[in-house]
């Protein structure tokens, strides 16, 4: 079992930058997957990038080239870093971090980990 909290949320204009950040404890391996994922109200909840055992990286097509996903190991942290961000990308933002027999599979194809934060609100206005 691994406890994630997010943090780093809050209210953007549309172009500005914003920075979250994933604090996880208990179980935790360096060899598993993690990642960030994020609904909005009345859609489905989104996979928006990832990040493998090995440091390779993923994303959505609608955030490549503005989000940038990263990992500090020593101080068991996920960031993700959102430049040019768009009214689109209004969402409540979770952590998540799947077990290593998956991979990023289950992450990255179906939005779900077996574990994930509460979450944190990102609103970006126009």
């Known amino acids: 079992q691994v406890k994630l909290e997010e943090s780093g949320g809050g209210s953007v204009q549309a172009g500005g930058s914003m920075k979250l950040s994933c604090a996880a404890s208990?179980?935790?391996?360096?060899?598993?997957?993690m990642g960030w994922l994020r609904q909005a109200p009345g859609k489905e909840r989104e996979w928006v990038a990832s990040?493998?055992?090995?440091?390779?990286?993923k994303y959505r097509d609608s955030v490549k080239g503005r989000f940038t996903i990263s990992k500090d190991n020593a101080k068991n942290t996920l960031y993700l870093q959102m430049d040019s961000l768009k009214p689109e990308d209004t969402a409540k933002y979770y952590c998540?971090?799947?077990?290593?027999?998956?991979?990023?599979?289950?992450?990255?194809?179906?939005?779900?980990?077996?574990?994930w934060g509460q979450g944190t609100q990102v609103t970006v206005s126009s």
């Open positions: 208990g179980y935790t391996d360096r060899r598993n997957c």
């Open positions: 990040i493998a055992s090995d440091s390779s990286t």
């Open positions: 998540a971090a799947d077990r290593l027999e998956y991979g990023c599979t289950r992450i990255v194809a179906w939005a779900t980990a077996a574990d």
